[in-house]
């Protein structure tokens, strides 16, 4: 048997790409924690981690094994705040799952209304990435997930309740930057900066479409940041682009923020709930009645149970 606290040695280490940093956030020493992780390695009989002065990466099998590791962790950690529910006597409670942070916009205002309407549910939430939401769906950890666009899974259902435009960050010096409206031809020998997170990928889907054409693929770099963090990385002919939590116009230090444009007006990106055919929380019931009466969706659309 494997002991849990190895695995989230190992998990913690492959996060931060350090020994050290995995150990500070375990308060215990480097040391501990490097020799709890050789002696897992040494019970699996693999290297997880490649180590260098640098730090340390998984391996390809490690890869694999952490990957598995991760979901063990999870569904104990889910076991866990089910059961705290359970004993609290909280059924009645929304288990909401968010792919991306929630600073503001539509959904943080909807939120907070559902929230003031029904003081008597209590909300849970967790972030994670777009396969540990839906996974989380399907297996009843969570009874909604906040994502961009629609789920393929046959289990799971999704609407679009409302969309967030996209946000360009532009270098003050930029000859964009003077421009109060810019289209996505303007763009088109830019270098396009987005986050590896939530929703980048599907901003990343996006700019391809929009720009792609015979002889010409737009410049796309994922980075692994939040995508604030990306802003310091924009110079020169380096576009960040995110959606949402960033300003449509004005400046920010060094850039200045635009939303970028198509023949049919402004870019938005729809934003998915997505919820598993046949949850009989009463609490997903409520928000899901709660969001179609403040979008002014069709209630029909949106049965909890099949």
Same mark, same amino acid.
């Given at each position: 048997m494997i002991e849990?606290?190895?695995?989230?040695?190992?998990?913690?280490?492959? #996060?931060?790409?350090?020994?050290?940093?995995?150990?500070?956030?375990?308060?215990? &020493?480097?040391?501990?924690?490097? &020799? %709890?992780?050789?002696? /897992?390695?040494?019970?699996?009989?693999?290297a997880i981690f490649a180590r260098s002065t640098r730090g340390v990466v998984p391996t390809e099998p490690g890869a694999v094994f952490l990957a598995r590791a991760r979901w063990?962790? *999870? #569904?104990? *950690?889910?076991?866990?705040?089910?059961?705290?529910?359970?004993?609290?006597?909280?059924?009645?409670?929304?288990? !909401?799952?968010l792919g991306y942070p929630i600073v503001a916009g539509a959904f943080s205002a909807?939120?907070?209304s559902y929230a003031d309407c029904h003081p008597e549910r209590a909300i849970e939430a967790t972030e994670g990435s777009r396969a540990t939401l839906l996974r989380?769906?399907?297996?009843?950890?969570? *009874?909604?997930?906040?994502?961009?666009?629609?789920?393929?899974?046959?289990?799971?259902?999704?609407?679009?309740?409302?969309?967030?435009?996209?946000? !360009?960050?532009?270098?003050?010096?930029?000859?964009?930057?003077?421009?109060?409206r810019i289209y996505w031809t303007d763009l088109r020998d830019c270098t396009f900066l987005v986050t590896a997170a939530e929703?980048?990928?599907?901003?990343?889907?996006?700019?391809?479409?929009? /720009?792609?054409?015979?002889? %010409?693929?737009?410049?796309?770099?994922t980075q692994a940041v939040s995508p604030?963090?990306? !802003?310091?990385?924009?110079?020169?002919?380096?576009?960040?682009?995110?959606?949402?939590?960033?300003?449509?116009?004005?400046?920010?230090?060094?850039?200045?923020?635009?939303?970028?444009?198509?023949?049919?007006?402004?870019t938005r990106l729809e934003q998915g709930v997505h919820w598993r055919v046949g949850n009989r929380n009463p609490a997903l019931a409520a928000f899901l009645d709660h969001m179609a009466r403040r979008f002014e969706s069709a209630p029909g659309e949106l049965e909890v149970t099949p």
């Open positions: 849990i606290h190895l695995l989230r040695y190992a998990l913690a280490a492959a #996060d931060t790409g350090s020994f050290r940093q995995a150990a500070d956030r375990f308060r215990v &020493k480097q040391s501990t924690l490097s &020799k %709890h992780i050789l002696y /897992l390695e040494q019970r699996l009989g693999l063990i962790v *999870d #569904d104990i *950690d889910a076991l866990g705040r089910d059961t705290s529910a359970i004993a609290r006597g909280r059924r009645d409670t929304l288990r !909401l799952g909807a939120l907070r989380g769906l399907s297996t009843d950890r969570i *009874d909604v997930a906040i994502l961009p666009g629609l789920s393929l899974a046959p289990e799971i259902r999704s609407f679009s309740f409302w969309s967030e435009p996209l946000s !360009l960050a532009i270098a003050a010096g930029h000859g964009l930057a003077a421009q109060e929703p980048g990928p599907d901003i990343a889907q996006m700019i391809r479409a929009r /720009l792609s054409a015979p002889g %010409h693929c737009p410049c796309v770099e604030q963090s990306l !802003l310091p990385l924009v110079s020169g002919n380096r576009v960040a682009v995110s959606f949402g939590s960033q300003p449509p116009s004005g400046s920010h230090d060094a850039a200045v923020f635009r939303v970028p444009h198509d023949a049919f007006g402004p």
